[in-house]
């Protein structure tokens, strides 16, 4: 009789490719046609209604009740033409995914469809029902959700969807999309103060983003075979395949049919919601692989990439796969990142980050690169706590990804241009001199896109035109880093004006106070500068040298976020209150020790009541064969060794196991969140998976493939 397992890899081998074909060759045809956009709007709503919602997209301004009314009878007449009977307020809670209550436009007492204003503007959710930090009690559960006009509002599977912020009936943010929206305004506040000094044309100055978004694929029905995979989103106990990713033949290799035809399914899917998929491609490991969009405003482009891990799990189901987003779903392979790309650009249009062959541009470049070095230097820790998860800790230094330790890579050609403004920037200036030869930077107009090289090592790269943020887990809300991200530089470009200003006050033209302060946060900065193999040991010892941080485990990097200069910063901007960062800081430990909680509890029952059974069986057999070759008075050592070493294997399985429990009991004791968590990272983590792991490759070594109930990685890695 078959096995679950070899049922599930017959089934995974029968399946046929689902076929897809796209709405019209064209993708203009179907672009953004489940989307409540300018076109949509431009049509349905009067021109005096479609400028206040311009308004309030551009400059923030509120939506007045009779305005609103206007825009939720156009919204219900598109939504009811596309069939649509349901809408909902889709938020972003701090549980890392999206959320949607669901209401019918059908009112039953007045037998008609109906969609008021008020429905659109804000709705009633429960606040203490998500994580809360303690802001929200079960007694005190009122919370509210307020659509935010500045993403559009679309359909997805059948229902109206309105992006919205989400925060308690106190007011506290308890989501990501409210800090990331102040910080866009912090960030832009801070960059067209810097902006006019170069061009008094700049009123406005804007957060791309454009997000990498790397996933494993395996058949759902070998999914389905793995405990851990299911509960943990990763497989706590495996066996590395024999051919896994050291021949580097799956990178950018020949994409297998069925996963190929799901790409398909769910990038049509994702283009009538107006996400700009662009890009898609084998990654490194077996089975993983990469989906990219076009750059957006940072808001919109953070909301995309929520809504697409949504749909691509939904389109997943009907190709009979099933995609991992966990950072590090496998052992010995690859695991998987977000690499977020970000730039800032102007309302006249310019990348603040593109150099060009204008050297008053150019000056303006080296300014904002400048200044965003610093933030990275002066809040590394900041930057990593934002990236910091269960599963991320797993990925990051582990020779595949980023390590902890924050650095910024530029290339050579930028390299030196910054070392040579801080060596030569303070000359005298005599009246009739070439300004920029003399403060050593006529090199600036040679800068020409993607005259640096690539870093894969580097957790900040800066890539031609924009910063690579690599570090980012794949399964992370990316408003989290990109907050922290928009928060910091708005900071350091806020202070840079200030020191602008101080030189240009004490008789310093405009062009030289702005250089002598680049050459001042050139040389402050420079630590955080490395061009080098990030992977190498070499390099933590360097950073270790430089003083450079290397906060390996999420418990420890969670505590930046309660630093003095930290909470002051967040405070200054007005995008978190102190209230509001001690609750996260307190979800996010909470978070880590639930995650790692579930590991060891599945790893317990997998350990308990799959393998030891197993390996027990297999024992009897070895026993039988033993007594049957001392019967026929035959050798029977090696058989009675290898039991002796099942027994063995077992026994520190399940002793192992039994204080990995008892320590976890003894933790949950602690009325201190903080050292329950640093607890988790180092009593049950670190002391006693590996442990566990130990005694079990041995023991699969001992007992034969056939009877083993653990699908190996080989065999699910691999998909035709």
Not at 51 to 63: L, N, P, S, T
Not at 265 to 270: P, R
Not at 437 to 449: A, F, N, Q, R
Not at 551 to 559: G, H, N, V, Y
């Amino acid at each position: 009789m078959a096995t679950l397992r070899q049922r599930a890899l017959l089934m995974a081998q029968g399946r046929p490719s689902v076929s897809v074909t796209a709405p019209s060759l064209k993708i203009s045809d179907y672009f953004g046609v489940n989307v409540f956009g300018t076109k949509q709007m431009k049509e349905s709503l009067a021109p005096t209604v479609y400028k206040k919602v311009e308004e309030a997209i551009e400059k923030g301004a509120k939506i007045d009740p009779s305005t609103a009314e206007e825009i939720a009878s156009a919204v219900k007449t598109w939504a009811l033409s596309k069939g649509v009977t349901h809408y909902t307020h889709w938020f972003q809670p701090l549980t890392g995914s999206t959320a949607e209550k669901h209401d019918a436009f059908f009112d039953a007492h007045a037998g008609i469809e109906k969609f008021k204003g008020s429905a659109l503007v804000q709705q009633e959710p429960d606040a203490s029902s998500f994580p809360n930090g303690g802001i929200r009690s079960t007694f005190e559960a009122r919370g509210y959700t307020a659509w935010d006009p500045s993403s559009p509002i679309f359909i997805f599977s059948n229902t109206l969807c309105i992006p919205t912020i989400f925060v308690a009936y106190t007011g506290e943010a308890l989501d990501y999309k409210t800090p990331l929206l102040k910080s866009i305004e912090a960030i832009n506040d801070a960059s067209v103060a810097i902006c006019q000094l170069f061009d008094r044309n700049v009123r406005k100055v804007t957060p791309s983003l454009g997000v990498e978004q790397e996933y494993f694929v395996i058949d759902k029905a070998l999914f389905a075979t793995r405990p851990d995979l299911v509960m943990a989103g990763r497989s706590v106990f495996g066996h590395n395949p024999a051919r896994g990713q050291q021949l580097d033949d799956h990178y950018f290799g020949s994409i297998p049919t069925r996963v190929k035809n799901f790409m398909m399914d769910f990038e049509v899917e994702a283009l009538k919601l107006g996400i700009p998929v662009s890009t898609r491609h084998n990654e490194v490991a077996p089975g993983q692989f990469e989906v990219a969009p076009l750059f957006e405003e940072i808001n919109k482009a953070v909301d995309h990439n929520q809504l697409l891990m949504d749909l691509m799990d939904k389109v997943a189901d009907k190709h009979d796969l099933k995609v991992l987003f966990h950072e590090k779903p496998f052992a010995g392979v690859n695991g998987s990142g977000k690499h977020n790309n970000w730039s800032l650009i102007t309302d006249t249009g310019i990348n603040l980050f593109q150099p060009s062959n204008s050297a008053r541009e150019n000056l303006q470049f080296l300014t904002f690169l400048v200044g965003t070095i610093k933030a990275v230097y002066d809040y590394a820790d900041l930057l990593r706590a934002s990236i910091a998860s269960a599963g991320n800790d797993h990925r990051l230094g582990a020779n595949e990804a980023p390590p902890a330790i924050i650095s910024v890579f530029l290339g050579s050609t930028l390299s030196s241009i910054l070392d040579e403004l801080e060596k030569n920037g303070n000359v005298k200036i005599e009246k009739g001199d070439n300004m920029y030869m003399k403060l050593g930077i006529s090199k600036i107009p040679e800068i020409i896109l993607d005259n640096t090289d690539r870093n894969r090592t580097s957790p900040f790269a800066f890539t031609g035109n924009k910063f690579e943020f690599r570090a980012v887990g794949s399964n992370a809300n990316s408003a989290g880093p990109m907050t922290v991200l928009n928060v910091i530089v708005a900071e350091v470009l806020k202070q840079m004006a200030k020191d602008i200003e101080k030189e240009m006050s004490g008789g310093k033209e405009k062009k030289i106070a702005i250089v002598n302060v680049l050459r001042k946060y050139i040389k402050d900065s420079k630590k955080i500068r490395f061009e080098g193999d990030g992977y190498s040991e070499e390099w933590e010892k360097e950073a270790a040298k430089r003083g450079l941080s290397n906060l390996k485990s999420t418990p420890f990097a969670l505590d930046t976020y309660l630093d003095k200069k930290v909470m002051e910063i967040f405070s200054k901007h007005n995008v978190l209150s102190n209230v509001e960062l001690h609750a996260r800081h307190e979800i996010m430990l909470e978070n880590y020790i639930k995650k790692v909680q579930i590991e060891s509890r599945v790893m317990g029952d997998l350990a308990l009541n799959h393998i030891i059974p197993t390996a027990i069986l297999y024992q009897n057999k070895l026993i039988e064969n033993a007594n049957g070759l001392k019967g026929l008075g035959l050798d029977n050592t090696t058989a009675i060794e290898t039991i002796k070493d099942v027994s063995r294997h077992i026994e520190a399985v399940k002793s192992n196991v039994n204080q990995m429990v008892e320590a976890r009991k003894r933790l949950n004791k602690e009325e201190d969140i903080v050292k329950m968590a640093k607890g988790y990272s180092t009593d049950v983590k670190e002391a006693f998976f590996d442990k566990i792991r130990y005694s079990v490759d041995k023991l699969e070594l001992l007992v034969d493939d056939e009877s083993w109930p653990l699908v190996k990685y080989r065999e699910m890695l691999f998909i035709k």
